[in-house]
Structures are given as structure tokens and as C-alpha cells.
Antibody
């Protein structure tokens, strides 16, 4: 059974960074793309970008190019997303998702930006 | 970017048919492959894939869900609607990057 387990909720101060993790079990992430999607409170889904864990190649939505950095560790079968220069507008739930279409999703992690 | 437009709310009676539409700002089809997918999201949960490539039922999804459409116009149908179907429904295109979602349709019971 494929499972995506995300790290716990984060509280970050404005201007700082957080790094989220998404550990995959039941499937080798070398054989797929790992995506990240956010959802601001009460709003819809927004694609941030994706990484090819086999070679580290990334594609980002334009608005996240200087906000998010996607990496992956194939030895631990884990994808990561670092969010930098946090602002209150970054407060959202962040999901990792696998493949395309998104067959499998992590449970989501709440990131709250507050001083 | 490809913009996907959905109506915000749809109210239907239990046991009736719900038809949720999604219109793309440009074609999301390549040859005969329609790169439009549908997800269901219940409050406090992650989205769940319902339909992929416009009309293919994802694994474990009940047959009362179906999808149709091509080019720029797509439809998700739920027939009959059950109480457990109360959720938000999102279309999503994978024709080109950036991948985009519709703004979602909330299904409510009349």
C-alpha cells in the first residue's frame, strides 16, 4: 500500500524558513514525480511545483519560484519543500502528492506564519 | 496559464443527479487524450482522485461517479447523489505547466 506521511504542523515567524517533509512508503520515488500543493484557509488548491527525484529536476509555478525549494532524498524515499522568507500570506495547508494525476496525497501539514 | 472555471456551489436533492462543470481557457486535450482530472475533498481531508483523463474512474471510486468532455468543456456527474458525497470538487489540468486547478464546486444538499 502506498502511503505519504508528512511532518507535523509548523509555526514560523515572518522572515524565517521552514522545511516540510513527505516520506513515501510502498513505492520508490525514483519512479515518479513528487508534487506540492497548497490550500490557504477556506480557499482552493494551488500547485506549487514538482521534482523528479531520479535527477533532481524541478519545475515551479511562477509565483513560487523564489518562495519554495523542492528537494528529494532517494535513499530515505522522502521529498522535501523549504519555504523561505515566510509572510502571513504563506499560512496554509501544504500537501505533497505523487504522480500525475495525483493518485496519492499526504495528509497535509498546516503552516502558520505569525510573530 | 490555463484557467479552469467552475461554479462555486451546486445544490441537489439526495437521490438526484449532480452535474458539475469545468471550462478551460484553452484546450487541455492532446490528440484524443483529455488531460483533465477530478478530485473530491471533504473538510479536513486531503483531496481524493475520482476521475482521470476526463472519463476514467479511479481505483475504488463508486460507479455513480462519471466524467465526460473534451477540449475545453468537461463534466463530472454524480448519479445518484448520496449524503456522503457532500464535499468540494475540483478539476485539474495536466496539459501544461503550471498545473492548475479549478476554484472548486461545493456540493450541497437541498
Amino acid at each position: 500500500e502506498v502511503q505519504l506521511q508528512q511532518s507535523g504542523a509548523e509555526l514560523g515567524k515572518p522572515g524565517t524558513s521552514v522545511k516540510l517533509s513527505c516520506k513515501v512508503s510502498g513505492y520508490n520515488i525514483r519512479n515518479t514525480y513528487m508534487h506540492w500543493v497548497n490550500q490557504r484557509p477556506g480557499k482552493g488548491l494551488e500547485w506549487i511545483g514538482r521534482i523528479d527525484p531520479a535527477n533532481g529536476n524541478t519545475i515551479y509555478a511562477e509565483k513560487f519560484k523564489s518562495k519554495a525549494t523542492l528537494t528529494a532524498d532517494t535513499s530515505s524515499n522522502t521529498a522535501y519543500m523549504q519555504l523561505s522568507q515566510l509572510k502571513s500570506d504563506d499560512t496554509a495547508i501544504y500537501f505533497c502528492a505523487m504522480s500525475q494525476p495525483f493518485d496519492y496525497w499526504g495528509q497535509g501539514v498546516m503552516v502558520t506564519v505569525s510573530s | 496559464d490555463i484557467v479552469l472555471t467552475q461554479s462555486p456551489v451546486l445544490a441537489v436533492s439526495l437521490g438526484q443527479r449532480a452535474t458539475i462543470s469545468c471550462r478551460a481557457s484553452q484546450s487541455v486535450s492532446i490528440s484524443s487524450i483529455n488531460l483533465m482530472h477530478w478530485y473530491q475533498q471533504k473538510p479536513g481531508q486531503q483531496p481524493k482522485l475520482l476521475i482521470y483523463r476526463a472519463s476514467n474512474l479511479a481505483s475504488g471510486i463508486p460507479a455513480r461517479f462519471s466524467g465526460s468532455g473534451s477540449g475545453t468543456d468537461f463534466t463530472l456527474t454524480i448519479d445518484p447523489v448520496q449524503a456522503d458525497d457532500i464535499a468540494a470538487y475540483y478539476c485539474q489540468q495536466s496539459r501544461e505547466s503550471p498545473l492548475t486547478f479549478g476554484s472548486g464546486t461545493k456540493l450541497e444538499i437541498k
